[in-house]
Every structure is written in C-alpha cells, then in structure tokens.
C-alpha cells in the first residue's frame, strides 16, 4: 500500500494503473462505513485509491474542524487489510495553496436541507471533491447514501461539468439497533447513543406508513416529527420528505420519495435517510 501526500506522488502512482480506478473519498477516522465502499471498489476495479483529508472549507466557524475526530495510524492499518493500493493523505496547504480562490457551486439542490443549516458546506464539499477528481482521475467514485444530499450534489456537478467518471452510491451501512455509522458518532455519551436510535425508528416508522398505503407527505413528516419529539434528548432541525433528484418537498407520495432529517442529540448533529418507493 503506497502513501502519496502530495499531487505528484498521487499522479505517479495513478499513471502505473491503465485500468480501471476506484475511488473513495474520506475525512478518516474510518469505520465499516467506509470501508464497504472499498469493498465495492475493490471488487470493480484493479486499482484502489482511498483519500484521507479533513477538509475545512466544508466546515462553519461554529462546527467540529479542530475536534473532528482522528487517527491515522489506526486507518491505514484498516485500509491495509482491505488491500487499498494508494492512500491520498495531502495537507491542508498542498490542496489549498495561498491565494487559491478558485470554488466550485452546485446551485439549488443545495439550497434545501443541509445546504439551508449548513451555509457554504456544499460550496466546500464540491469543490474538494472536484479537486480529488482532477488529482486521482478515477473511473469510478464511491459515496455513501446515508449523505444523500451529498451524493445528489456530486452526481449533478460530474453530470454538469462533463466530468469523465461515474459516481456510485452505495447502500447506508448500519449498527445493529439501526443507527448509521458516522465517524460523528464517537461524540455520543452512552444515554446520547441510546437516544440516537430515535433517528431510525422515524424513518421505519416513515417506511411502515408508506407500505400502508399512506400517500401524504405532511402526515408522514408528522408522525416522524412526533416520535423523535418524544425523545427528550433529540432536538430536531428538519425533518422532510422530498423529490430525490430536487430534493423539493412533496404533498403527495406518487413516486419515489426521500425521507431524510438532522437531528442533535445532545451537542452531536446527526442525519440519516431511506427512500421510499
């Protein structure tokens, strides 16, 4: 397994491989989360290319950057098991170089949800992605569904730029009790992860309804409102059902929809999804 830290090293090891790259894209602290999608792109591809990269500009001035939880040590020894052929770890200044003023904006599927809590979190996420596009070249990129809107984001600007690569998005990996793996959820205290399950059962709750026969939208969002209003730990910030490709809320449920939410438990801020048919 080969470390590149800066461009060169990374485009010298990816002009070794002339077949197939697949790529997965990560802030670390890495969970089996993760590293499903490295299955998956281990299983496709010949080459394997995992980057590791806290990335501040998708960060407020008021969120985790500086206590994001790390340890690389402990990743590259994961990755290592998985048989990853290159890590990408590059420094903040090798990805973002003094008076670097360049930005990549996806408009209107990230003026909802995420985008409407978090300001200027997608202009970052694009952007560093777009960059790790350029860098890595892969054939194929791997991204979790449990950040749809994430996903949807990246899949519109590769579409609307012309980018030369497909975009994956790979089933949400879940503890037991149902609560999706996220590197965030080492903030919780015991109670807190107890009171995290709540997210889940909204959205099973969701599922359920809708296999019922349940058409409104606005009855779902209530009922899911509801049962995490009952957790005394949880304070809610949206709670939707939208169209999965504008992410607009619905009335009706004739078509696919995407129920999702954010919600604190205690100081963590958690979000999950499942689409419903």
Same mark, same amino acid.
Do not use: C
């Given at each position: 397994m080969k470390i590149a830290n800066t461009f060169a090293q990374m485009k010298a090891a990816r002009a070794k491989s002339p077949g197939l790259v697949g790529f997965v894209a990560t802030m670390g602290y890495l969970h089996e989360g993760h590293l499903s999608l490295? =299955?998956?792109? %281990?299983? #496709? @591809?010949?080459?394997? &290319? &995992? $980057?590791?990269? &806290? @990335? !501040? *500009?998708?960060?407020? !001035? $008021? #969120? /985790?950057?500086? $206590?994001? !939880? %790390? /340890? *690389? #040590? %402990? /990743?590259?020894?994961?990755?290592?098991? #998985? =048989? *990853? /052929? &290159?890590v990408f770890m590059p420094s903040v200044e090798e990805m973002y170089p003094p008076r670097s003023n360049s930005w990549v904006v996806v408009e209107k599927v990230t003026d909802r949800l995420e985008g409407s809590f978090r300001p200027g979190h997608f202009k970052g996420v694009a952007t560093v992605v777009a960059k790790l596009f350029n860098i890595v070249e892969p054939t194929n990129a791997y991204f979790g569904q449990k950040d749809a809107q994430q996903v949807l984001v990246i899949k519109k600007m590769v579409a609307d730029l012309n980018m030369n690569l497909k975009v994956i998005a790979a089933p949400t990996v879940r503890e037991s009790d149902g609560l999706a793996m996220s590197s965030r959820n080492v903030y919780l205290n015991p109670q807190e992860r107890r009171a995290a399950t709540v997210l889940f059962k909204a959205l099973k709750l969701a599922k359920t309804l809708r296999g019922k026969g349940e058409s409104s939208a606005e009855m779902l969002r209530q009922k899911m409102t509801s049962l995490i209003s009952g957790e005394p730990l949880a304070k809610i910030e949206y709670v939707s059902i939208a169209d999965p490709e504008t992410l607009e809320e619905i009335t009706t449920i004739d078509r696919p929809a995407l129920a999702s939410m954010a919600v604190r438990i205690g100081k963590t801020r958690l979000i999950d999804n499942i689409l419903l048919e």
């Amino acid at each position: 397994m080969k470390i590149a830290n800066t461009f060169a090293q990374m485009k010298a090891a990816r002009a070794k491989s002339p077949g197939l790259v697949g790529f997965v894209a990560t802030m670390g602290y890495l969970h089996e989360g993760h590293l499903s999608l490295v =299955k998956l792109a %281990r299983a #496709e @591809n010949s080459l394997v &290319v &995992v $980057s590791i990269f &806290v @990335n !501040p *500009t998708q960060f407020g !001035p $008021s #969120e /985790d950057f500086k $206590s994001y !939880p %790390r /340890d *690389t #040590e %402990r /990743d590259l020894a994961m990755l290592k098991k #998985e =048989k *990853t /052929d &290159v890590v990408f770890m590059p420094s903040v200044e090798e990805m973002y170089p003094p008076r670097s003023n360049s930005w990549v904006v996806v408009e209107k599927v990230t003026d909802r949800l995420e985008g409407s809590f978090r300001p200027g979190h997608f202009k970052g996420v694009a952007t560093v992605v777009a960059k790790l596009f350029n860098i890595v070249e892969p054939t194929n990129a791997y991204f979790g569904q449990k950040d749809a809107q994430q996903v949807l984001v990246i899949k519109k600007m590769v579409a609307d730029l012309n980018m030369n690569l497909k975009v994956i998005a790979a089933p949400t990996v879940r503890e037991s009790d149902g609560l999706a793996m996220s590197s965030r959820n080492v903030y919780l205290n015991p109670q807190e992860r107890r009171a995290a399950t709540v997210l889940f059962k909204a959205l099973k709750l969701a599922k359920t309804l809708r296999g019922k026969g349940e058409s409104s939208a606005e009855m779902l969002r209530q009922k899911m409102t509801s049962l995490i209003s009952g957790e005394p730990l949880a304070k809610i910030e949206y709670v939707s059902i939208a169209d999965p490709e504008t992410l607009e809320e619905i009335t009706t449920i004739d078509r696919p929809a995407l129920a999702s939410m954010a919600v604190r438990i205690g100081k963590t801020r958690l979000i999950d999804n499942i689409l419903l048919e």
